[in-house]
């Protein structure tokens, strides 16, 4: 089946916006510098309203210096003020259960041909943009849409703070499907109540690195990374 151009261009804008997003959203580290001038020529491509939001961040984080950068990260993707990156919290919490969320990511990656990466959680959102930008953008979007509630749960704790990182996540919530009434409902009740506790830790998820990699796909194996490294270029990425 052939798709129109426009169809065809804004999948491409799509992945964009997740790459540069998924850049913008990692640690703040020695790199920062580099990841901006990424994201500032990667919006170069975009539409003005796609844009925008990510030149706004990078305006914002290129006037601090990395340590101050390095501290209001932390500061803002705090999971005890219910604003973290790590999807499952939101409605796992620390249960067994989010151990069990947190291997269905890891299996989706394996399934594609990925590795999932040895030095964060794979439910981590710079961990999924960047999956759903380089390596299989349709389950990438499948895994990111199924998790709208955590995403609008996030958006919430950053309009409450004057954040850089806010239209940022903004921008990725304009490629998903809009809020249903089930998802806003869920959102407010996950709100009033927080994630769910049980004090057993991550368990059954094993330690990060110790999955067995899948059999290749076409793509072969990738190691899923934050920061600067190897990327498939927007628009050849599989479809």
Known sequence: MRFPRRD??????????????SLLLSYPDENLAQ???????????????AAEPLLGCVRRLSAMD???????????FDWRRRRTLFLTYYTAGDTRGRGMALLGFAEAYRAAGAV???GELPDHLAVVLEFAATVDEHVGYRLLADHRTPIDLLLDG???MDSPYL???????AT??????????????LAMQGPPAE?????????????????????GPVDIVLGPGPRIPAGKARS
């Open 8 to 21: 065809r261009q804004d999948a491409v804008d799509r992945r964009v916006v997740w790459q540069a997003s």
């Open 35 to 49: 990841r901006l001038e990424l994201v500032a020529a990667a919006a170069g491509t975009l539409p003005t309203a």
């Open 66 to 76: 990395p340590v101050a950068a390095a501290v209001q990260y932390v500061d803002t």
């Open 116 to 118: 999932p990466p040895a």
């Open 158 to 160: 950053l309009r409450r």
């Open 167 to 173: 239209p940022v996540v903004q921008a990725v919530a």
């Open 176 to 189: 998903l499907p809009p809020a249903s009434e089930k998802d806003l409902q869920a959102a407010r009740r």
């Open 199 to 219: 004090s057993v830790g991550l368990d059954p998820y094993p330690t990060p690195g110790a999955i067995p990699s899948a059999p290749a796909h076409r793509l």
